[in-house]
């Protein structure tokens, strides 16, 4: 029986906001990564829309939080991310796991050739046909640096050049996602130039505009418990007051459906 048949049970989050207390200290997960994932978004995604033994693409690997939820919940994994630094850190938290088949390849993921070879031979390897999910977390334009790499979204500070190269890496793992998967963008907004950039809305109306999908989900994420918001509430509603900002606090979780 699988948690939505065992739905009186289970804690899968149906609504459309998630109030998260704090980040997920539990397993692999340190917090060791600006930007980094919070556990509790991959784990509700992967228990809603895979199966033990599936297969979860995800495109910015990062510091491994959504590998992590994967091996604890039995989902095999493929992971792409151009900072062989931080591949480097999560193969060494990986090296004794056996329990599924998962690798992080250091490639471009916005071009199509690299990604393409890479990921038909890991799925060769791996008797695999498609991929069940898949996740992205981008970088939100040049907010914060990832790496020094050109290839690196997060060094692009042009909204339409972002959402060019941003939309050649969705597009190129769209193409492994089986008939009728299931795929997540996680994206927040910035603020440039005194004035708010709507990215994660951006985002989800290119795809919108570029995929044959269905839109079915746009979920509002908070955290209280982060780090770099603790003890500084005070200064920040100061700044916000003195000019006419508001503060973030959210990030959308925009689901989409492969038709």
């Known amino acids: 029986m699988n948690e939505i048949d065992d739905w009186k049970q289970t804690d899968l989050n149906v609504d459309s906001l998630w109030i998260i207390p704090e980040r997920a200290k539990d397993g692999k997960h340190k917090n060791v990564y600006h930007g980094n994932f919070i556990p509790q978004i991959p784990n509700q995604l992967i228990r809603r829309y895979t199966t033990i033994g599936n297969t979860v693409l995800e495109l910015f690997s990062g510091s491994g939080t959504t590998l992590f939820e994967c091996e604890k919940l039995h989902r ?43 990921i038909e031979k890991w799925m060769t ?9 898949m996740i992205a977390h981008p970088p939100y334009l040049d907010i914060v640096k990832f790496t ?6 997060s060094n692009i500070s042009d909204p339409k050049l972002f959402l060019e190269k941003l939309m050649s890496g969705i597009t190129n793992g769209y193409k492994y996602l089986k008939r009728n998967g299931y795929f997540a963008i996680v994206a927040g907004d910035v603020y440039k ?11 989800m109306n290119t795809i919108k505009q570029n995929l044959n999908v269905k839109m079915k989900g746009i ?19 100061y700044r916000a007051l003195k000019s006419d900002y508001f503060l973030f606090k959210h990030e959308y979780i925009f689901v989409f459906k492969k038709l």
């Not at 850190?89 to 393409?116: G, H, L, P, R």
């Not at 390897?125 to 999910?133: M, T």
């Not at 020094?148 to 979204?153: E, G, I, V």
């Open 76 to 118: 095999d994994y493929i992971g792409f991310d151009i900072n062989n630094s931080i591949i480097e850190y999560v193969n060494a938290k990986m090296q004794n796991c056996t329990t599924i088949n998962y690798s992080i390849k250091n490639v471009d993921v916005t071009n199509e050739k690299e990604f393409s070879d890479k």
């Open 125 to 133: 390897d791996n008797h695999k046909q498609s991929v069940d999910f």
């Open 148 to 153: 020094d790499d050109n290839r690196d979204l």
């Open 193 to 203: 130039k005194s004035e708010v950039i709507p990215l994660a809305f951006l985002i």
């Open 219 to 237: 979920i509002i994420k908070n955290i209280e418990g982060n780090r770099g918001k603790l003890g500084t509430q005070d200064i920040w509603k």
